[in-house]
């Protein structure tokens, strides 16, 4: 329990650091402070000068002037030197209330102190303003030279000045760290992808070369089945505090990143030489196989590092240290491969519309569209499907056919898709059951998740948090997940566990795409699934095609036999539904012949429509 705890509080701390601002931003920022707290000194001397009855006030100008020319040592460290900037203008605040009578400067000192981005010089200055009220209160006299409400009532008079110098605090926090929350991981307190993007980006614009090296925990998702998700999670805490302390040793400025899932990323804002980036992958990767040697963990790092090429965007080069890393998850003793080319061809557009959809995610630019699936026999609605539609600023609706490929190169990018449509899918399937009850679409809605979303092994606690999160666990809702024939084939990525817990959670499962991969009648034995999907190209070419027809009429057969349901998909035309009807009357279907997928709303009403003009 202390040792948790001890934990927390280091991940608190290193959430609230001030590691975006590269040295020169914040020294920009320092030099303001600065200028502020010299500002306030000067004026305290001056005033001094002019009030040479209280000789003890001169202390306070010393103290100012001391910890104001400290503050400008530059060997010293960026924190030491912003507690040092607290300090004096705490001294100057002190002043101007015992001996000016104004307490205006407290809120304003913190507002000035919060443009470090960092926690220790706050807490500082807030410790120092409790300290006043304290003071207040065990000798009233001491402001005795101050306003009059002071003299009369200081207990009363100072806590108030004291909570609002404190709320201005709060609230400066408040404002800079929802700047940040997006660029940082929640877990960890390292940098999201976002924030890590967000700062080499900068790097790189002013001509440097960052380095950066993406490490993998292998079998990781052992881990969380073996010893379950908090065991899961201390590990990766304990993971990204050990990479901490490598990523300490790089001369260059170092970075530290959880990417998402399992995956990190050490950076160097400026990376030298590529011997060097191959020389501290390798140390990375030693120094992994030790984090928890001795305990009943046993975990090693998949190392991938890459150089920048000239005016090479940093999601590109994570992007090449990524494949580095999957290619050395094949390797034997030694998990590290390094990119060593300079002259790497960069696809613009492709790291521009990755940098697109994190930021249409921020932005809520990403939706959900439903197409209807309906009982062959009538057409009666009994469910849809969701699809994901971008609605972009200046190219309109972007379909996920031109946009989906390309992000799920990017695991990470894909997991902050799905979560934010996947947030999407389980309130509208949560609204519609609230409002109508969880029989009205019997088949229910389905959701799509990607081939590289069942590596991730939080997904499944991701899920069942939407699940209650919407009050649809233990309700009749059916909600359905849908994977690809392809995502099955990656059984080594423990896909077959997942789609087990899937179901544990109360997910029914369709097969999408049925009958374009190998060994497909196999799936449909070996995995826990509810629906088989027949892929468009069999139902759109079986009049054509015996071989096509065919395989409708085994599949057909085999789900009789097994219970499942079939759907058929791609269906456009009335001789293609009336095959099918003649082969299975009681096979669902979807397909532009009943309607093509619509917004939610539009889906909603035309449910209610069908279903009217059925009971009429």
Not at 80 to 99: G, S
């Amino acid at each position: 329990m202390f040792t948790e705890t001890i934990e927390r509080l280091r991940t608190l701390g290193a959430s609230l650091d001030g590691s975006l601002l590269d040295a020169e931003t914040w020294r920009a920022r320092h030099r303001f402070a600065l200028l502020w707290s010299g500002g306030l000194t000067l004026f305290i001397a001056v005033f001094s000068l002019f009030n040479p009855n209280r000789p003890e006030q001169w202390a306070y100008v010393a103290a100012a002037l001391l910890t104001l020319s400290l503050a400008q040592v530059r060997a010293w460290s960026r924190r030491l030197r912003a507690v040092l900037v607290a300090v004096c203008f705490m001294a100057a605040q002190l002043y101007v209330a015992r001996f000016v009578g104004n307490f205006t400067l407290g809120p304003l000192a913190m507002i000035v102190l919060t443009f470090y981005q960092d926690w220790v010089p706050l807490a500082v200055g807030c410790l120092e303003t409790l300290a006043v009220i304290v003071v207040a209160w065990v000798d009233p006299g001491f402001f005795s030279h101050s306003a009059a409400f002071a003299r009369e009532d200081p207990l009363t008079g100072m806590a108030l000045r004291g909570a609002a110098i404190l709320l201005a605090a709060f609230l400066s926090l408040a404002i800079w760290r929802s700047g940040t929350q997006l660029a940082r991981d929640q877990l960890t307190g390292m940098l999201s992808r976002l924030g890590v993007e967000r700062v080499l980006d900068r790097e790189i614009a002013r001509g440097r070369r960052p380095a950066v090296w993406v490490c993998d925990v292998d079998n990781f998702a052992a881990v969380n089945r073996q010893l379950g998700a908090r065991t899961g999670d201390a590990v990766l805490r304990h993971v990204a505090s050990g990479l901490r302390r490598t990523a300490a040793h790089l001369p260059g400025g170092a970075l530290t990143a959880r990417l998402g899932g399992d995956t990190f990323l050490i950076a160097e804002r400026d990376g030298g030489e590529i011997d060097a980036v191959e020389a501290f992958a390798h140390r990375i990767e030693i120094h992994g196989a030790k984090l928890l040697a001795g305990s009943e963990v046993q975990v090693r790092l998949s190392v991938g590092a890459a150089l920048a090429a000239p005016a090479e965007p940093a999601a590109h080069l994570i992007r090449v240290a990524e494949r580095n890393m999957r290619a050395a998850k094949g390797r034997g003793s030694v998990r590290v491969v390094v990119d060593r080319s300079s002259d790497r061809i960069v696809d613009a557009s492709s790291s521009l519309l990755s940098s697109e959809l994190y930021a249409a995610c921020e932005r809520g630019e990403l939706d959900l569209h439903v197409q209807p699936i309906v009982a062959l026999a009538d057409g009666t609605p009994v469910g849809g499907e969701t699809l994901a539609r971008w609605t972009h600023p200046q190219r309109g609706m972007v379909y996920p056919g031109d946009f989906l490929p390309e992000a799920e190169q990017d695991s990470a990018l894909m997991a902050v898709i799905s979560n934010t449509l996947g947030n999407t899918f389980h309130d509208i399937v949560a609204d519609f059951a609230r409002r109508y009850g969880p029989g009205w679409l019997p088949y229910g809605l389905s959701y799509n998740l990607a081939a590289v979303r069942l590596r991730d092994p939080t997904l499944t606690a991701t899920l069942v948090t939407d699940f209650e999160r919407t009050g649809l666990k233990g309700t009749a809702a059916r909600v359905n997940v849908e994977v690809t024939e392809g995502a099955l084939m990656d059984i080594e990525h423990g896909v077959a566990e997942a789609l087990a817990s899937f179901r544990d959670a109360g997910y029914c499962l369709a097969l999408d795409d049925f009958g374009i991969g190998h060994s497909s009648l196999a799936h449909l034995r070996d995995f826990p699934l509810d629906t088989v999907k027949l892929d468009k190209s069999f139902v759109q070419s079986m009049g054509r095609s015996r071989i096509d027809r065919a395989v409708v009429e085994a599949v057909a057969e085999i789900a009789s036999v097994s219970g499942l349901t079939v759907i058929a998909e791609g269906v456009e035309t009335v001789e293609q539904r009336d095959m099918l009807l003649s082969i299975k009357p009681d096979m669902l279907a979807q397909g532009w012949l009943y309607a093509k997928a619509m917004p939610v709303a539009e889906f909603e009403a035309w449910v209610v429509d069908h279903k009217r003009a059925a009971v009429a």
